[in-house]
């Protein structure tokens, strides 16, 4: 089994910065895209930023310029660092994996989401 756990989330003023952080765990045999979704209360989930494993990243317009994605494949992790935060960019956080295991030893690609991580910005 493979977890993923977020941190970093909180409650900042606009035009503050936060860094959320996602590390991968378990039975891992590589990670190909780690990426970071999110969703306001009463919309659709929608995906904010991603990175593959050859540091390919795909980023939501309403975030480029704002927010860096980044990952450390020798750890497992992937960032996200958010800065000149938005009223509009509250809402809870997902990180999300695309990851190679191997089950009775035949490969198999999974599809990992954290528990979430809240992000609160005050205007």
């Known amino acids: 089994q493979v977890q993923l756990v977020e941190s970093g989330g909180g409650l900042v003023q606009a035009g503050g910065s936060l860094r959320l952080s996602c590390a991968a765990s378990?039975?891992?045999?590589?990670?190909?895209?780690m990426g970071w979704y999110r969703q306001a209360s009463g919309e659709q989930r929608e995906l904010v930023a991603a990175?593959?494993?050859?540091?390919?990243?795909n980023y939501a317009d309403s975030v480029k310029g704002r927010f860096t994605i980044t990952r450390d494949i020798a750890k497992n992790t992937v960032y996200l660092q958010m800065s000149s935060l938005k009223s509009e960019d509250t809402a809870a956080y997902y990180c999300?994996?695309?990851?190679?295991?191997?089950?009775?030893?035949?490969?198999?690609?999974?599809?990992?989401w954290g528990q979430g991580t809240l992000v609160t910005v005050s205007s």
């Open positions: 378990g039975s891992i045999v590589s990670i190909n895209t």
């Open positions: 990175i593959t494993s050859g540091g390919t990243t």
């Open positions: 999300n994996a695309v990851v190679l295991v191997l089950e009775r030893l035949t490969p198999k690609t999974v599809n990992v």
